[in-house]
């Protein structure tokens, strides 16, 4: 089994902060995927990084592959209220047929 | 946009008691997969389907089985609950999942076992 850690588990942090998570594996993935989740509804699907070192930004949001595929780090500038949730990183095995999910961090930016 | 609806939200069992979950899906997927959801441990998968007849394994099977005998539905079945299957059930379906495909998930099954 994959195992992948999320960093930290929560965060609580003030209205205009910047902040980064984690999400960390000793095992390669073919590619990683970032969820945010709301209470009571379901993962929704953030972005996919392919490519080891791979950046992709979204609009506050920067993503970052590792060069070895094994890590990802996601960060908010400027975190507002509407980012509070559970982000969830998610890596595929290299059939690609299963994905593995982190713990999760619970995010709360206060107004 | 329907995308993937779970049925029940929420349901009560006592120890022993058997019941099912329904997923369906209308955006013609191929691929569907159960997960439980619990705190501090993120999604971890039950059962997952590549296809209508087709079910797998996931990281946590025991306890549970499945069904997809037709393309959009996908049955999670707890023959005998026990109070360990106390969790958050998601469904999810994705198009293609090979690397990048997104999976689409639903809003949820809480499930509460006595």
């Known amino acids: 089994t994959q195992l992948l850690e999320q960093s930290p588990q929560f965060l609580s942090i003030q209205e205009g902060e910047n902040l980064t998570v984690y999400c960390n594996s000793s095992?390669?993935?073919?590619?990683l995927q970032w969820y945010r989740q709301e209470p009571g509804e379901g993962p929704v699907l953030l972005v996919t990084v392919v490519t080891g070192g791979e950046v992709k930004k979204l609009k506050r949001l920067t993503f970052q592959f590792g060069d070895a595929r094994k890590d990802s780090s996601l960060h908010i500038t400027a975190a507002q209220p509407g980012d509070t949730g559970l982000y969830l990183c998610?890596?595929?095995?290299?059939?690609?047929?299963?994905?593995?999910f982190g713990g999760g961090t619970r995010l709360m930016v206060k107004p | 946009n329907a995308g993937v609806t779970q049925t029940p939200k929420f349901r009560v069992l006592k120890t022993g008691q058997s019941m099912t979950l329904l997923c369906a899906q209308d955006m013609n997927h191929e691929y569907m997969y159960w997960y439980r959801q619990d705190p501090g441990m993120g999604l971890r998968l039950i059962h997952y389907?590549?296809?209508?007849?087709?079910?797998a394994k996931g990281e946590v099977p025991d306890g549970y089985n499945v069904s997809r005998l037709k393309k959009q539905n996908f049955l999670l079945g707890l023959e005998s609950a026990a109070p360990s299957q106390t969790s958050v059930y998601f469904c999810?379906?994705?198009?293609?999942?090979?690397?990048?495909?997104?999976?689409?998930f639903g809003e949820g099954s809480r499930l509460t076992v006595l």
């Open positions: 389907s590549v296809g209508e007849g087709t079910t």
């Open positions: 999810a379906s994705s198009w293609d999942p090979r690397n990048t495909g997104e999976l689409f």
């Open positions: 998610a890596g595929a095995n290299n059939a690609g047929n299963m994905l593995t």
């Open positions: 095992s390669v993935f073919s590619s």
